[in-house]
């Protein structure tokens, strides 16, 4: 790639605008977010709403556009948003532009992308800034390797044909500049649900921040009820407290307050402990970081008596140092080079009001709110606040409940699986895992363990359903595997072993129902109890004197594992049977053949083989083997990595189901 330059001129460049279109629509599409951890997504929904626009609209270089291009402009959206949001945390600016340039004989165009924080002072990476121009000046030159901005500006620097960044005063904008190079698509109409979807995600989020004076007679009876609408629709569905608490900062400020800060109990901490000052923001930047340190050590009290509503509380701001100005506009002793002194907000008057986060009966923390220069806050603005700290408390209760399950799901997901894979002599393995819902025990597993006489065993397998239930048949199937296994049985003898017990087990918990029906007086119990069967693959593999493996497997009612041999032939290597835990006389049988060096071994569960997009499953066609038969000569991990991103892109939707996949690989 050709030398980065470091600054831009993000003026639009004047392009030649092809016939027919000298009155079409202007190639440029902005807006702003607030520097919170849900600007990202934002501004992903943005870029592909305008590009939607741009292509429905007939602008000429948006017949170029193509899906290729839409997913590298919303990567790299996603990763300059980010950079922005986590080392800047000011309000980010977002500038979408097409730049056509050329004639008709040979037209040219590209797609910039400018993302603008507030913090020039911050590298875009978080490293340590290099030595250089002090913030504002405009600098040119080249810069340093992309390896040294991070992964994400690698990525950047990957995608984008040029990219760079330029120094303003009190701005810094990264910028990427995309090539719109594939003339042949036509254009499409416009997705017009997805523009307002995307225009009304930037909008949602950054509102206020352009309204200079506040308005409290919009808080009529149909400007509350939109406003709370709105805060539900954002709240809900937030799993993360701190980011609960967020988003309710950016909502209150500078809507309703023109500061506000929210303080959570610790959960569990019981009496004596000490809530956590979780948010603090401010209209004005300047304001947030003096109001942070005036609060930190001293949460609001309230009466023990006090209930959902507003509290009157002393405001917060403390009284400016005897050097300093009692206001920030005030004349005061320039600071070193000349400099003014940085604004400081002691001495400001108003008012603050105190509201009781609780959910269910229970205190979970303090919403601190103020407004500057006025003696109290209107009663119908306070009425709002509290019903807004409700849905506040309910969000927060629910992220935490989730977090609670999330805990007990990971720690029952640790136990159930191993945690760590036994190394094969002359095989070297792969493991691809995915729950499809972080915070529920999934219910696929997998294990590979040695075994007496040379052996080593591998299993994958599937148990029906997701969260406890799934978790109990894990708990179950994987110790008794490795239990029948190291006895000495062969493989088809352990699946008929493994059936029987998964037999008596279930029906001992039938009777164990039949039971509690007979003691509810014959009323029927929906306790969740189904029967305890699983899909399985399980196999061993033994190590040859000269060279390779032997490996014996059997699938009961699991997909087929796929054998691939170096020329790119891919087979089945085993024959399809019965689901364990329905069929109570059953023999299952293995086969047996050889892995030599060069061979790979593919297994995976129905996350992979019937991943949906529309109608159509990825296997169908024999799609796996397909994209299998493409890894010939790649190591397991690069097998591995091809299959779980081919699974992935399959379908725009992330997958629903759990994907485990296991690559064996003879060297």
Not at 17 to 35: C, K, V, W
Not at 638 to 643: D, N, P, V
């Amino acid at each position: 790639m050709a030398p980065i330059p470091l600054q831009r001129d993000t003026v639009q460049r004047p392009g030649t605008i092809r016939a027919g279109y000298a009155h079409g629509p202007r190639l440029a599409s902005r807006t702003s977010l607030p520097g919170i951890p849900l600007a990202p997504s934002a501004a992903r929904r943005f870029v592909r709403a305008a590009l939607a626009e741009w292509t429905g609209l007939g602008v000429p270089a948006a017949v170029g556009f193509s899906d290729r291009l839409a997913d590298d402009a919303v990567t790299v959206t996603n990763e300059l948003v980010t950079n922005a949001v986590v080392h800047a945390g000011t309000t980010v600016d977002l500038v979408l532009r097409l730049e056509e340039e050329g004639g008709d004989d040979e037209p040219t165009a590209a797609l910039v992308l400018e993302v603008t924080d507030h913090h020039p002072a911050r590298p875009v990476s978080g490293d340590e800034p290099e030595p250089g121009p002090e913030p504002g000046a405009a600098v040119a030159g080249e810069l340093p390797d992309p390896a040294e901005y991070g992964r994400g500006l690698q990525l950047v620097a990957t995608l984008a044909d040029s990219w760079g960044i330029t120094y303003r005063t009190g701005l810094k904008t990264v910028w990427a500049r995309l090539p719109v190079d594939d003339w042949s698509a036509p254009p499409s109409p416009p997705d017009g649900e997805a523009l307002r979807r995307g225009l009304r995600a930037a909008e949602i989020l950054a509102p206020a921040a352009r309204r200079t004076e506040r308005d409290d007679a919009v808080w009529d009876s149909r400007g509350a009820p939109a406003f709370l609408a709105e805060a539900s629709d954002l709240l809900a569905g937030q799993l993360d407290e701190d980011l609960v608490a967020a988003i309710a900062g950016q909502l209150l400020v500078p809507r309703l307050a023109d500061w506000c800060a929210i303080w959570l109990e610790t959960e569990g901490g019981g009496p004596a402990a000490e809530p956590r000052l979780a948010r603090v923001w401010h209209s004005d930047e300047t304001g947030t970081e003096p109001l942070r340190t005036a609060l930190e050590n001293t949460p609001p009290r309230l009466p023990a008596g006090a209930g959902s509503g507003p509290v009157p509380v002393p405001v917060p701001w403390p009284a400016p140092p005897a050097d300093r100005p009692a206001e920030s506009g005030e004349s005061g002793e320039a600071g070193e080079a000349g400099e003014a002194p940085p604004p400081y907000p002691g001495g400001r008057d108003g008012a603050a009001l105190a509201f009781r986060i609780t959910a269910g009966g229970r205190a979970l923390g303090t919403v601190l709110v103020g407004r500057e220069g006025v003696a109290q806050v209107p009663e119908a603005v306070a009425s709002l606040i509290e019903d807004f700290v409700r849905r506040l408390g309910l969000a927060v209760g629910a992220a935490r409940a989730y977090t609670r399950q999330a805990t007990i799901s990971r720690i029952l997901q640790r136990g159930l699986l191993p945690s760590k894979v036994a190394e094969i002599p002359g095989v070297t393995s792969a493991l691809v895992y995915e729950p499809s819902d972080d915070g529920v025990v999934g219910g696929d597993f997998y294990d590979i363990f040695p075994c007496p006489g040379d052996r080593w065993c591998f299993v994958l397998g599937d148990v029906q359903g997701s969260g406890p239930e799934a978790a109990v048949v894990t708990g179950l199937a994987r110790p008794w595997l490795r239990l029948l296994s190291r006895e000495g049985f062969g493989v088809g003898e352990v699946l008929d072993r493994l059936n029987r017990l998964l037999l008596d087990d279930a029906m001992e918990a039938a009777e164990a129902a039949a039971l509690m029906v007979a003691a509810a007086g014959g009323q029927q119990l929906h306790d969740g109890t189904q029967s305890r069967f699983l899909s399985l693959l399980y196999g061993e593999v033994v190590p040859l004197p000269d060279g390779g493996v032997r490996c014996t497997v059997a699938s009961a009612g699991h997909p087929l594992p796929l054998l691939l041999r170096p020329d790119g032939s891919v087979r089945p290597a085993a024959e399809p049977q019965v689901l364990l835990g329905v069929v109570e006389d059953v023999a299952y049988e293995s086969q047996t053949f050889g892995l030599a060096p060069g061979d790979t071994l593919l297994c995976v569960t129905d996350g992979v083989t019937e991943r949906r997009s529309g109608p159509l499953m990825f296997d169908d066609g024999d799609g796996l083997a397909r994209v299998l038969a493409g890894c010939a000569g790649l190591p397991a991990e690069a097998t591995a990595e091809r299959i779980r991103r081919a699974v992935h892109e399959f379908a725009e939707q992330p997958p629903d189901d759990d994907v485990a996949l296991l690559v064996l690989h003879a060297e």
